[in-house]
């Protein structure tokens, strides 16, 4: 039968309409401590840029001169190798510490939970609390709310271009940023990305917030992967709560047939992401025990024992009243994620310590492997790539593992490199075909400098003769 048949039939809609979000400011231990987070945070970001070591920015990754500054340590494109090791050492971190406390990192250290945090402070500034708020969106336009909705913004669009403004300034030194901008003489590249950070930072914190959380991030989607039933989760404790319902103060809520939820939503209310933890653990939860605040502080006012929605483990309330209850923090998963952390951050620090500010790299000439000489001395022709990773300029000596075979002519040729230069050095070496035993050798070519003798680097190559 066909629609049109039935003109009065609703259509099913298979989307629901976004529904404005108003979370309940809350007080207590995990409130607190989120923002503590938030402050200690977002100084980090926004103080970073301004300090200074010796005569340049302590953090600084200066692309147009291929130099990356992190306080004393100057990076080059070649230690890009760090880059990717502290990416691997970060993705382990996640899967560690969300075997452990679930998604802790979403509630207390994400950007994006960060500076919504920071963007709703701003809104309770403007226009109140959640009551407030929810009345003033319902209300119609009339000049107090125009008065109120335009501070928010004005104070929303500040805070926004600050950010794009701080993110610049870590690949632009940020007094020549800022002197740019009061000149009206910022490059193209600086106000593209000042802008569309600064828009990205409004877009997520001001108006997506749970939504980017729920629909756009990919952590959401793979935790699960991550969990097990000793991970500690927030949770809530159907059997002592269940069935809920209302009643006074001081009942004892089994004399009436209730447990100790009193349905006054309280967790609903200040869930950033609007989700209901007694229906049990859900994707869209990012961890941040506002509903444990919000939940303790009933249960205070009423005189029962806190802890309704709490940090537990699936063991633990499956467990109940047995001693395997405890949480398992040492198990077999933590176990293998500790270790291979604490291997990759010891091998990272030992290998940051261990660096070297010189490198080499020795290629053969393509165009010719080898030239018989009029004196009979075979000779091959390398291009040495010297990669000075220093602040200063320095001069290297080159030579080879065994000069009294393998000459280079002109004899101990010097270069100069300049600081976080890549240096390609034309050098010939030549060899008596009497003392060739194989049609193919292995030649080392060692670099050192001139100011320091401790300070060299050595690569192989391969020497080519005359086939017998």
Known sequence: MSHAEHPAEAEESYYAAHQKIYPREIAGRFARLRTRAAWILLGIFYGLPWLTWHDRQAILFDLPARKFHLFALTLWPQDFIFLAWLLVIAALSLFFFTAIAGRIWCGYACPQTVWTEAYLWMERVTEGNRAQRMRLDAAPWSSRKLLRKSAKQFLWIVFSLWTGFTFVAFFTPVEQLAKGIVALSLGGWETFWMLFYALATYGNAGFLREQVCKYMCPYARFQSAMFDHDTLIVTYDAERGEPRGGRRRGLAPRSVGLGDCTDCTLCVQVCPTGIDIRNGLQYECIACASCIDACNGVMKKMGYPQGLVRYDTQHAIEQRGSSANRPRILR?????????????????????????????????????????????????????????????????????????????????????????????????????????????????????????????????????????
Do not use: C, W
Not at 395 to 408: C, G, L, N
């Open 332 to 468: 077999p998963r933590v176990l293998i994620y500790g270790v291979l952390l604490a291997l990759l951050v010891s091998g990272f620090v030992a290998a940051l310590a261990l660096r070297r500010p010189l490198a080499l790299d020795v290629l053969h000439d393509r165009n010719t492997l080898y030239r018989v000489l009029d004196s009979g001395e075979i000779e091959n022709v390398y291009l040495l790539k010297i990669m000075n990773k220093s602040e200063t300029s320095r001069s290297f000596v080159v030579s080879t593992s065994a000069p009294e075979v393998y000459r280079i002519d002109p004899q101990r040729p010097i270069f100069t490199v300049g600081a976080g230069e890549v240096f390609n050095a034309a050098v010939r070496v030549r060899r008596d075909d009497r003392e060739q035993d194989a049609d193919v050798d292995t030649i080392r070519f060692t670099i050192t400098a001139t100011d320091d003798p401790q300070l060299s680097a050595q690569a192989e190559g391969r020497f080519f003769g005359e086939r017998e």
